[in-house]
């Protein structure tokens, strides 16, 4: 059984802080990695993308990838209230297998 | 990324009666899923529908319950059939992008 997982939470962080996610997977032979941020009421979007070891970085947003590891991180940078929302992270495995699997989301609240 | 519309956004249904979802994709795609995201869970695939071929099913989900149709590349339906209270719950369906899933807006469900 492949699996995905992350801390529930909730994780709060002060305003301007840096809020770090983490998630696992199980699937040694995974290539690709997302994290979708999902407000309340609403579907999630996608926020970044990484394929290969290191890390990506997109404005306040940072993912980290370590295959060794089997891990796979986002920080936010400079948090904002506006962060405050589910971030759950997915997963995608080798081959044409286009099926995505799904950790069970991080709750994250910035205080202002 | 494609635009996604489902239709309803939310309704209320009694026991026993069926419900059928739509999603509309303004661009043709070749993989569209369908997913139900209970309160407060993650997401959880019902199957996957490519245009011209029968839905794959996921385990727990079954063509009788929630048949589905995809006459077309940019088009799918989702029947909720003989509603029970357990099936309340968010239902999206997502596309296949270039590099991920995006997701439609969701059907909020009530089964009373």
């Known amino acids: 059984q492949k699996e995905v997982e992350q801390n529930s939470g909730p994780l709060s962080v002060p305003e301007g802080a840096i ?37 990506k970085e997109d404005g306040r947003f940072t993912a980290q990838l370590n295959k060794a590891s089997q891990y796979v991180s986002l920080l936010i940078r400079d948090s904002q209230p506006s962060d405050s929302a589910t971030y759950l992270c997915a997963v995608r495995g080798a081959g044409n297998n286009r099926k995505l699997i799904w950790g069970l989301g991080t709750s994250l609240a910035v205080n202002p | ?35 139900r995201q209970q309160p407060g869970q993650s997401l959880t695939l019902i199957a996957t529908a490519n245009q011209g071929s029968e839905a794959t099913y996921e385990s727990g989900f079954v ?14 339906t989702l029947t909720v059939s003989n509603m029970s209270p357990e099936d309340s719950s968010i239902y999206l369906c997502s596309v296949d992008g270039v590099d991920t899933q995006y997701f439609g807006p969701g059907t909020r469900l009530t089964v009373l």
Do not use: H
């Open chain 1, 19 to 55: 809020a770090s996610l983490n998630c696992t997977y199980s699937d040694r032979g995974s290539q690709s990695f997302f994290w979708y941020r999902q407000y309340s009421g609403k579907s999630p979007e996608l926020i970044m993308s990484i394929y290969s070891n290191g890390d």
């Open chain 2, 1 to 35: 990324s494609a635009v996604i519309s489902q239709k309803p956004s939310r309704d209320i249904c009694q026991r026993g009666t069926s419900l059928t979802i739509q999603c509309q994709v303004d661009s043709q795609v070749t993989m569209m899923f369908w997913y």
């Open chain 2, 63 to 76: 063509i009788d319950k929630f048949p589905i149709s995809r006459p077309n590349l940019t088009f799918s």
